[in-house]
């Protein structure tokens, strides 16, 4: 069983820039993909960012690509979102995940079996 704790968010204008972390705990960290969602109201839970278990491998959103980067240190059990350009469309509450899957990250909620409590981003115009 791991535990993940979601930090980071907050209000920025558009614009701006925020980062989120994800600090990882109860199980081996590096072993494992990691990914971020994001939930706005009125909308279903959408897939941000994954990233595999060495860093190798990333997929983002067609909606964030090359205004967000995932990363991981794995020494510190923690993944990050570097969000830039940020948009009033990227208000939602962030979460981050961690997948037990075997091969490349998946891109859908049901590749994860362990949630953090998500952060929540706001975007002004």
């Known amino acids: 069983q791991v535990q993940l704790v979601a930090s980071g968010g907050g209000s920025v204008q558009a614009g701006g820039s925020l980062r989120l972390s994800c600090a990882a705990s109860g199980r081996t960290f590096s072993t494992y993909a990691m990914g971020w969602f994001r939930q706005a109201p009125g909308k279903e839970r959408e897939f941000v960012a994954a990233i595999s278990w060495g860093g190798i491998s990333t997929y983002y959103a067609d909606s964030v690509k090359g205004r967000f980067t995932i990363s991981r240190d794995n020494a510190k059990n923690t993944v990050y979102l570097q969000m830039n350009s940020l948009k009033p469309e990227d208000t939602a509450v962030y979460s981050c995940?961690?997948?037990?899957?075997?091969?490349?990250?998946?891109?859908?909620?049901?590749?994860?079996?362990?949630w953090g409590q998500g952060t929540q981003v706001t975007v002004s115009s």
């Open positions: 995940a961690l997948s037990p899957v075997v091969g490349g990250p998946p891109r859908v909620a049901s590749g994860y079996a362990y």
